[in-house]
């Protein structure tokens, strides 16, 4: 192919238990259209980073197609944190909670139509002891949830759902937690402690409703008690926040502290415990390529 436009894809084939050759086909077949030339790379957990690195060195790609879930897309965009490069998301992950609050079309063909042409939005991550994330970390119930659903063999929603209900008949005590941010401190028992980039777990289910990628700031989200009756609303969409059942703190820096280590996910991967998370905003962090025109 006589084309100067060149695109990096990186694929994870094992993602969401998911079939990739298809959406392979269709990419390549994209690019053609395009006359772009288009590099497939799957990813198999083995020096993942120092290969796309390497390639993208070597051919400076003008975008990088990313099919997986967030996790995926979190390696790929640190691997390049350096690099003036669109991102193309094609979802392909069990809960896909980036696209979800980006509000991507289901459909697939739109879904390549964004990644090779959508106008690029800068984005914020959120650093965390010195972890990137692009989306929703937490402490307490949904981290036990995912160490769960990592060591089950059903994915999927399906198997979010029976997860959950095993996480929640199995969670023992609530801890103590100290917020330090904004000047003041907050001293509580939770839950579950979330530290929201924006809105929705994948699961559709919005966590925080003031949360938006690009204004600078998160939000940590503290919820002190989680039955449920609470657990119920969150799930279908109706989140209490008239109650004294959760508080949410906008701030671009805070230090989180637990009386005990506690079970720690970020972007949807189990991290193990922790008992002190130091956060603050790296603003503008990446662009993607966005259904709706860059504002």
């Not at 964004?114 to 800068?122: L, N, S, T, V």
């Not at 994330?133 to 994915?155: F, M, P, T």
Request: proline share 4%.
């Amino acid at each position: 192919m006589n084309s100067s436009r060149k695109y990096l894809f990186v694929v994870n084939p094992i993602s969401g238990d998911l079939d990739k050759s298809d959406m392979i086909q269709s990419v390549q077949a994209a690019a053609k259209d395009r006359n772009i030339e288009i590099h497939v790379f799957e990813t198999d957990g083995k020096n993942d980073e120092t290969q796309i690195r390497d390639w993208y060195d070597a051919n400076k790609p003008e975008r990088v197609l990313v099919a997986g879930g967030d996790g995926t897309i979190k390696m790929v965009a640190e691997t390049l944190e350096d690099c003036d490069v669109i991102f193309g998301l094609i979802p392909a992950g069990s809960a896909n909670g980036l696209s979800v609050d980006l509000e991507f079309p289901t459909d697939f063909e739109a879904v390549i139509d964004i990644a090779f042409d959508g106008k690029p939005k800068a984005i914020d991550m959120v650093c965390i002891n010195n972890i990137k994330s692009i989306h929703l970390s937490d402490l307490g119930l949904n981290a036990s949830l995912v160490k769960n659903y990592e060591q089950s063999s059903i994915r999927g929603k399906i198997g979010y759902a029976l997860q959950s209900i095993n996480t929640l008949k199995e969670e023992g005590e609530p801890f103590n937690v100290r917020i330090e941010a904004n000047g003041g401190i907050i001293e509580s028992e939770a839950r579950m402690v979330v530290v929201a980039n924006s809105q929705k777990y994948g699961t559709g289910v919005v966590i925080n409703p003031m949360g938006k990628l690009d204004d600078g700031k998160f939000e940590i989200v503290l919820l002190k008690t989680l039955d449920l009756i609470l657990f119920g609303k969150i799930i279908t969409g109706n989140m209490p926040l008239d109650t004294g059942e959760i508080e949410i703190i906008s701030t671009d820096k805070a230090t989180i502290t637990t009386n005990v280590p506690i079970h720690f996910q970020v972007d949807g991967e189990y991290c193990g415990e922790e008992s002190k998370l130091d956060v603050y905003m790296l603003p503008g962090q990446m662009k993607i390529a966005h259904p709706l025109p860059a504002e």
